[in-house]
């Protein structure tokens, strides 16, 4: 069964960081583009970050504060969330799918999506 598997949500303050993690099983996620993206309450979905064996990219409102990474040997992808911000405040999701997904980081067009992890970013 393909699956994708979130952790790492919570509730931090701001300024804080959170490490979300999104674990693949069933598929390889190192030949698939792998994104995170957030829906937060009353806006539409958007791609946060995406990485695939092309190409990374990182949204303008998160750039510098948050980074990507991929271990291969463990089928796992992590967003490191750091200065995180009130405005940062959603349910974030890992999706994955064909590698030129990872350059614009769309918020459609995946073909597999995790449960989603709600981040609350509030003093």
Not at 79 to 86: H, R, Y
Not at 95 to 123: E, I, K, M, R
Request: charged share 15%; hydrophobic share 30%.
């Amino acid at each position: 069964q393909l699956q994708l598997v979130e952790s790492g949500g919570g509730l931090v303050q701001p300024g804080g960081s959170l490490r979300l993690s999104c674990a693949a099983s069933g598929f390889t996620l190192e030949y698939y583009a792998i994104g995170w993206l957030r829906q937060a309450p009353g806006k539409e979905r958007e791609g946060v970050s995406c990485i695939s064996n092309r190409s990374t990219y990182y949204a303008d409102s998160v750039k510098g504060r948050f980074t990507i990474s991929r271990d291969n040997a463990k089928n796992t992808v992590y967003l490191q969330m750091n200065s995180l911000k009130p405005d940062d405040t959603a349910v974030y999701y890992c999706a994955a799918g064909p590698t030129y997904l990872s350059g614009l980081c769309p918020a459609n067009g995946w073909h597999y999506w995790g449960q989603g992890t709600q981040v609350t970013v509030s003093s």
